[in-house]
């Protein structure tokens, strides 16, 4: 099928890291996903990349999600070439915790600004269809595990947790006076690792944050050795808890989902969470150690203070993810943390 005869779907943020995987994980669905990112966290290489792996000119457009005008050209355009939105991936936000601490501003204008401007260019061109990146820091430190979609939300221990927690508010309330609107809210856990190719990966800039990306640089020798933040938690040997997904697991949940929309018959709106987990969670000991197993690499680390804002352990119940998008994880994660290592290398020699 060529480019211009598929259902084209728009991915906000489709230049960064779960959004390029997620465009190559449509376009192998049959769908022509059209990237559009502003290049704020990213760069061309993730575009070329998703390009490489499509084996097609997927298109790309440099836009700023909060520039209605420019949504509007975009989908004009798109309509007129006869190929209109049938539904939109959301991913475009920022995305770091401390810094959403240092500039809460910021992350309310591009976060939930964002998401507005975009749903009411939306409304213009009648696009119904959305699919929503959210998180599971939408939960807090749950009271029990495995959480599942009725947990409560806990206030947010963060300026960007509480941009989640807005983001769905506004698409629950929007979708109350728009009966034809069908919403997925994807509360991701962990994503990690990176296409099994290369070619497509996490960009971290700067000191990477998260386990794994600082992980895989500590390995490669470009930071110093890991830091486990905090030994002392009532965990089985003292470290926090996550649930990590494959990102082309991931990936794959946002295809799962959009056809979900597309599925929809009811007369009323539909907006409905979903966990995307893996239903099981790995200590970060547990990481290092099965990081070592899959790729026969040792990880200097060594144990240091908490972090401030860690919850202890969480991790999902998936069941309605894979009772109503019939999607659950594949891939172990042995093989998401080989993967990640392979990008890094991949990185190392680019
Ligand atoms: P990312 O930073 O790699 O990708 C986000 C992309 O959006 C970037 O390419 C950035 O340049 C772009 N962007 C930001 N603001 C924009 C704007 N105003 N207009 C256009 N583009 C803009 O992050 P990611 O890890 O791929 O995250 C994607 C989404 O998933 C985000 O909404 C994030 O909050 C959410 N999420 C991520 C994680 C995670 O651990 N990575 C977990 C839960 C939820
Ligand atoms: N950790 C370390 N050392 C590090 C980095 C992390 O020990 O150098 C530990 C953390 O303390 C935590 C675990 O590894 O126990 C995972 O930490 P990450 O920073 O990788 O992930 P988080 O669970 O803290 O947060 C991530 C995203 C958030 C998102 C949240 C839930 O960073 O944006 O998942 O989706 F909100």
């Given at each position: 099928?060529?480019?211009?005869?598929?259902?084209?779907?728009?991915?906000?943020?489709?230049?960064?890291?779960?959004?390029?995987?997620?465009?190559?994980?449509?376009?192998?669905?049959?769908?022509?996903?059209?990237?559009?990112?502003?290049?704020?966290?990213?760069?061309?290489?993730?575009?070329?990349?998703?390009?490489?792996?499509?084996?097609?000119?997927?298109?790309?457009?440099?836009?700023?999600?909060?520039?209605?005008?420019?949504?509007?050209?975009?989908?004009?355009?798109?309509?007129?070439?006869?190929?209109?939105?049938?539904?939109?991936?959301?991913?475009?936000?920022?995305?770091?915790?401390?810094?959403?601490?240092?500039?809460?501003?910021?992350?309310?204008?591009?976060?939930?600004?964002?998401?507005?401007?975009?749903?009411?260019?939306?409304?213009?061109?009648?696009?119904?269809?959305?699919?929503?990146?959210?998180?599971c820091?939408?939960?807090?430190?749950?009271?029990?595990v495995p959480v599942d979609?009725?947990?409560?939300?806990?206030?947010?221990?963060?300026?960007?947790?509480?941009?989640?927690?807005?983001?769905?508010?506004?698409?629950?309330?929007?979708?109350?006076?728009?009966?034809?609107?069908?919403?997925?809210?994807?509360?991701?856990f962990n994503?990690?690792?990176?296409?099994?190719?290369?070619?497509?990966?996490?960009?971290?800039?700067?000191?990477?944050?998260?386990?794994?990306?600082?992980?895989?640089?500590?390995?490669?020798?470009?930071?110093?050795?890991?830091?486990?933040?905090?030994?002392?938690?009532?965990?089985?040997?003292?470290?926090?808890i996550r649930d990590y997904l494959?990102?082309?697991d991931?990936?794959?949940a946002?295809?799962?989902?959009?056809?979900?929309?597309?599925?929809?018959?009811?007369?009323?709106?539909?907006?409905?969470?979903f966990n995307l987990g893996t239903g099981s969670g790995a200590?970060?000991?547990?990481?290092?150690?099965?990081?070592?197993?899959?790729?026969?690499?040792?990880?200097?680390?060594?144990?240091?203070?908490?972090?401030?804002?860690?919850?202890?352990?969480i991790w999902a119940n998936p069941s309605r993810a894979k009772e109503?998008?019939?999607w659950e994880t594949k891939?172990s994660l042995?093989?998401?943390?080989?993967?990640?290592?392979?990008?890094?290398?991949?990185?190392?020699?680019?």
């Amino acid at each position: 099928m060529s480019t211009s005869s598929r259902p084209h779907v728009l991915v906000t943020g489709g230049a960064g890291y779960i959004g390029s995987h997620s465009a190559v994980a449509l376009h192998e669905a049959g769908f022509t996903p059209v990237l559009m990112d502003n290049l704020h966290n990213s760069d061309l290489q993730a575009v070329n990349g998703v390009r490489e792996l499509c084996g097609e000119p997927v298109p790309f457009h440099q836009l700023d999600v909060r520039d209605g005008e420019g949504l509007t050209a975009l989908f004009t355009s798109l309509e007129e070439a006869g190929t209109p939105l049938q539904g939109i991936l959301h991913f475009a936000a920022h995305k770091a915790v401390g810094e959403s601490v240092a500039h809460p501003a910021m992350y309310a204008s591009n976060n939930v600004g964002g998401l507005g401007t975009l749903l009411e260019v939306a409304d213009a061109h009648n696009i119904r269809n959305l699919v929503f990146s959210s998180s599971c820091t939408v939960y807090g430190e749950p009271e029990n595990v495995p959480v599942d979609e009725s947990a409560p939300f806990q206030p947010a221990e963060s300026p960007y947790g509480w941009t989640k927690q807005a983001s769905e508010r506004v698409l629950t309330d929007h979708a109350a006076t728009h009966p034809e609107h069908r919403v997925a809210l994807l509360r991701y856990f962990n994503p990690i690792g990176a296409h099994p190719s290369a070619s497509i990966g996490e960009l971290p800039l700067g000191v990477p944050n998260n386990l794994v990306p600082f992980l895989t640089q500590a390995v490669a020798g470009i930071r110093g050795a890991l830091t486990v933040f905090g030994d002392d938690y009532p965990t089985a040997d003292g470290t926090c808890i996550r649930d990590y997904l494959h990102v082309m697991d991931l990936a794959e949940a946002h295809v799962a989902a959009l056809k979900w929309c597309l599925a929809q018959k009811s007369r009323e709106a539909v907006v409905r969470p979903f966990n995307l987990g893996t239903g099981s969670g790995a200590s970060v000991l547990e990481v290092i150690r099965a990081f070592e197993r899959a790729t026969g690499e040792r990880v200097p680390y060594a144990m240091g203070d908490r972090r401030a804002g860690d919850v202890v352990a969480i991790w999902a119940n998936p069941s309605r993810a894979k009772e109503e998008l019939g999607w659950e994880t594949k891939r172990s994660l042995e093989t998401a943390l080989a993967d990640a290592w392979r990008w890094q290398q991949a990185l190392k020699t680019a």
